[in-house]
Nanobody, 127 residues
Framework: QVQLVESGGGLVQAGGSLRLSCAAS????????MGWFRQAPGKEREFVAA???????????LYADSVKGRFTISRDNAKNTVYLQMNSLKPEDTAVYYC?????????????????WGQGTQVTVSS
């Protein structure tokens, strides 16, 4: 079992920045690929970013095209935490952001691959 708790969401103006954090407990965090997804009202959950286990393929990171160059995913295995730094935020980034863990070590965009999910944190970007 892995328990995930997100934090750091809030209200920000367009062009601003936020950093989301996801604290993990339970199963060995360092052996899990970690990802962020988001879901806006009336839309399906969509992939945002993912990071794999460092000793597997160098810990490859993946990004959705819509956030590439603006968002950065990172992990601190000593703190069992994964982060999502979000810069140059746009109103279309408004959504509930979910942290997720995959017991497989390689990062993936596929939502069905993730085994554990956090409760989500709301991000609202005003224009």
């Amino acid at each position: 079992q892995v328990q995930l708790v997100e934090s750091g969401g809030g209200l920000v103006q367009a062009g601003g920045s936020l950093r989301l954090s996801c604290a993990a407990s339970g199963r060995t965090f360092s052996s899990c690929a970690m990802g962020w997804f988001r879901q806006a009202p009336g839309k399906e959950r969509e992939f945002v970013a993912a990071t794999g286990v460092i000793r597997w393929s160098g810990g490859i990171t993946l990004y959705a095209d819509s956030v590439k160059g603006r968002f950065t995913i990172s992990r601190d295995n000593a703190k069992n935490t994964v982060y999502l730094q979000m810069n140059s935020l746009k109103p279309e980034d408004t959504a509930v952001y979910y942290c997720d863990a995959d017991t497989a070590p390689i990062a993936t965009r596929e939502v069905s691959r993730y085994d554990y999910w956090g409760q989500g944190t709301q991000v609202t970007v005003s224009s």
